[in-house]
């Protein structure tokens, strides 16, 4: 099993920024794509960035210059800096590790974006 524990949310204003943070343990070997999705109110859950365990990252067009993903492989961690934030951008960002031993979620840490 893999336990995931999201941290960094807030209120912020429009044209802010934040770094999430994404603290992983129990059967880490296993992982190999981890990334970010955000749920809006009333929306769907939606991929905002991943990463693999070799580095490579793909966004959703509309983060693509604003947000950065990065993993600290000996560290168990990631993160997502995310800068020039919109209102958009609101919502409850959930951590996800893809593992040999299946698809596991954080719980979120919500991110408010004043206009």
């Known amino acids: 099993q893999v336990q995931l524990v999201e941290s960094g949310g807030g209120l912020v204003e429009a044209g802010g920024s934040l770094t999430l943070s994404c603290a992983a343990s129990g059967i880490i070997g296993s992982i190999n794509v981890m990334g970010w999705y955000r749920q809006a109110p009333g929306k769907q859950r939606d991929l905002v960035a991943t990463i693999t365990k070799g580095g490579s990252t793909n966004y959703a067009d509309s983060v693509k210059g604003r947000f950065t993903i990065s993993r600290d492989n000996a560290n168990h961690m990631m993160y997502l800096q995310m800068n020039s934030l919109k209102p958009e951008d609101t919502g409850v960002y959930y951590c996800?590790?893809?593992?040999?031993?299946?698809?596991?979620w954080g719980r979120g840490t919500l991110v408010t974006v004043s206009p």
């Open positions: 996800n590790a893809v593992s040999s031993l299946g698809n596991f």
